[in-house]
């Protein structure tokens, strides 16, 4: 098949080093990076109220999504939007099924409404007041890489621009021993189908069969913890954006893999 | 508004509720309006409702090499899969374009949970997982699809979507767009939903459930039941197959409203089936039956029903038929998907089991009893939390453009 084409507006990171894309590439460019403090994302589109109570899971999601729409000066109201997680908030998992085995007519209904894969993306679409279609997707360790194509899917199906937003937090609990996620880490990526004066970058995706072969050169710098977080496998792709584009692999299915193409627009 | 899309043929479709397994058995149901409700007897502590729980499931096991994805989910899975020869009609299309030519799209809100739950009933002294249970791929919410993958041997781009209610009719949606672009030439969609505390207690917790079978659209509905099923559907492109039913359409959108209950107005929901005509190239005086998402919650019914009073023609007939199958959630859009196709290919109106006294805001378009009628063109809407909504339309071969 013809590879498929879209255009990188603005990019949204968030995990422990990097509070910022920019962080990423000062990094990457020998500056060093002062930790960031283990505050909470800022998620600063969300009204006060619903940032004072919302979870990990919601604030990290919007906290990325609100910097690449920064970023990309797009209007936020009309991108259609594509949220995935590999687990969802696992902290909550952790919660209701503690609370399920020990007194179940105790169960928050919070915790419960925002146990709901999509409720990244319900926030986000209501602080924002956007009407246009979104998703709540995963794939295990592959989401990235499926994500990545659904939402090119989207922009290239609709010949409009759109939200990919992935993000895991950390696991906590019983289930943490077989998940294994030990770190938060959240990215966004707006994605359109024509080049604006905003875009940083294009991608050629191409759909390959068999097995994901291993990105060599970007890796070398990436943390040792980054393969435990689903979302974090987006790092190979972030670091060739961060700095002069070339070829990464990623994980699509056990035998497919996304062969992506990345240009820098200077 | 979205451009008219060349239509996909719907090649094989199959559904498994407490109706029973397979098409026949819901034609059988569906024919005498017999429903699968039945007093809560589900978990340690059952709460005072109904539910639609599916037979034979504790019955059923996986063969050996599948052993490790073995948990209710997965088994009713297993269970749909192998009703009127869905997975030979699988194979049958792997043999024509390649096993990475299929994607495989499956909706669920709560995959195999269900699995977790259980882990967390019996930690053992460590507080670990027990040892039965240490199984990852149970443990994670794709855990549906990666199974479905294992079992039918599909090698293509595979992808859960969890949008709660909405997730199973959203997988059209993704799989559509994947065979528009030449990703894939044919899709597995679908979607399978169990039974478990989580949903249980949780809709409970808000207050949604009703304690008496679910009444959609009565005046003196009191909230949902929840019940489990699993459906799949094989979409290829029209040429495959002349005379397969078609998915004409789909139209998606947010209400941006509220977490929990829908828009006020119904404005997403509308958005959504305005979308659905668009692309399928239709206006609302062609369609002839409408499978509401109608859950039997006070809120959802009343804003449907004025949607549909004032954007669709008399001989439109609408009715919701989740108080014969219950509320199956991530499985609803796939199950109400199978209902309109057998609709269709019946000529069979379902009635709006359950309901009595219709809402005041129901319109000369519900169909309170079976009615037989031709059926050329049929939407399925399914609006899930988050305010997360689709409207798929389907149309009888000849009609389709």
């Known amino acids: ?266 | 508004m979205p451009n008219p899309i060349p239509s996909l043929a719907v090649t094989a479709f199959t559904v498994t509720s407490a109706l029973g397994q397979g098409l026949e058995a819901h034609r059988v149901a569906l024919g005498a309006g017999r429903s699968g409700l039945k007093p809560n007897d589900f978990s340690s502590e059952p709460l005072a409702c109904w539910i639609g729980r599916v037979e034979g499931i504790e019955a059923t096991a996986l063969p050996e090499p599948l052993a490790a994805w073995d948990c209710r989910n997965n088994r009713l899975a297993w269970l749909g899969l192998n009703q009127d020869d869905f997975t030979g009609a699988v194979h049958a299309a792997r043999e024509r374009y390649g096993s990475d030519r299929i994607a495989l799209i499956l909706g669920t809100s709560t995959a195999s949970i269900g699995a977790t739950e259980e882990a967390y009933r019996r930690l053992d002294a460590q507080g670990r997982i027990p040892a039965d249970l240490r199984r990852r791929e149970i443990h994670v919410p794709h855990s549906l699809t990666g199974f479905v993958a294992a079992v039918l041997e599909l090698n293509g781009p595979t992808l859960t979507v969890s949008t709660a209610c909405s997730s199973s009719a959203k997988a059209f949606a993704h799989a559509e767009r994947m065979i528009r672009l030449g990703l894939v030439d044919a899709a597995v969609v679908g979607g399978v939903d169990t039974l478990c505390d989580s949903t249980l207690f949780g809709f409970n917790a808000l207050e949604l459930i009703s304690p008496e079978p679910c009444k959609p659209f009565d005046r003196a509905r009191r909230g949902i039941s929840i019940g489990e099923a699993a459906g799949f559907a094989l979409l290829e492109r029209s040429e495959a197959a002349s005379d397969a039913p078609r998915l004409l359409g789909y139209g998606e959108s947010s209400d941006a409203h509220h977490m929990s209950s829908p828009h006020p107005q119904g404005l997403g929901a509308e958005l959504a089936m305005r979308d659905a005509l668009a692309r399928a190239g239709l206006e609302p005086t062609q369609v002839d039956y409408i499978n509401l998402h109608g859950t039997a919650s006070m809120k959802n019914d009343e804003v449907e029903a004025q949607l549909v009073t004032r954007s669709f023609p008399s001989t439109t007939r609408a009715s919701s038929t989740k108080a014969l199958t219950g509320h199956t959630l991530g499985a609803a859009g796939i199950v109400e998907a199978a209902i309109a196709l057998l609709a269709m290919a019946d000529g069979a109106v379902p009635g709006n089991a359950g309901c009595d006294e219709p809402d005041v805001h129901c319109g000369p378009q519900w169909a309170l009893r079976n009615e037989r009628q031709r059926i050329d063109v049929a939407l399925s809407n399914s609006f899930g939390f988050g305010g997360n909504n689709i409207c798929l339309a389907f149309a009888r071969a000849e009609r389709a453009p």
């Not at chain 1, 940032?51 to 990325?64: C, D, G, T």
């Not at chain 1, 998703?135 to 499926?146: E, K, L, N, Q």
């Not at chain 1, 659904?150 to 950390?170: K, N, Y």
Request: with cysteine; glycine share 6%; charged share 15%.
């Open chain 1, 1 to 266: 098949m013809s590879a498929l084409r879209v255009h990188v507006d603005g990019v949204g990171l968030w995990a422990a080093h990097w509070p910022h894309f920019h962080a990423l590439r000062e990094q990457l460019a020998g500056q060093t990076v002062s930790p960031a403090e283990r505050t909470r994302p800022p998620a600063e589109r969300l009204p006060a109220n619903e940032r004072r109570r919302a979870p990990e899971s919601v604030l990290l999601a919007i906290e990325v999504a609100g910097q690449a729409i920064d970023m990309s000066g797009a209007d936020q109201t009309q991108l259609a939007c594509v949220f995935a997680s590999a687990h969802g908030d696992h902290v909550i998992t952790d919660y209701m099924c503690s609370t399920l085995a020990r007194a179940p007519t105790e169960l928050s209904p919070t915790r419960f409404h925002n146990s709901v894969h999509n409720a990244p993306v319900g926030y986000w679409t209501i602080a924002i007041g956007c009407h246009a279609p979104s998703t709540a997707i995963c794939a295990g360790h592959t989401s990235f890489g499926a994500a990545l194509l659904e939402a090119a899917t989207q922009v290239q199906a609709d010949q409009r621009p759109a939200l990919l937003v992935c993000s895991d937090i950390a696991g906590s609990g019983a289930l943490n021993e077989l998940t294994g996620c030990r770190q938060s880490f959240g990215c966004a990526l707006v994605l359109s189908p024509e080049k604006g004066n905003r875009s940083v970058a294009s991608l050629q995706l191409r759909v390959t069969a068999g097995e994901t072969p291993v990105t060599t050169s970007p890796s070398a710098t990436l943390p040792e913890w980054y393969t435990d977080n689903a979302s974090a496998r987006a790092l190979p792709l972030l670091t060739l954006l961060a700095r002069d584009g070339g070829r990464a692999a990623l994980a699509l299915a056990p035998a497919m893999h996304l062969d992506v193409h990345t240009e820098i627009i200077q």
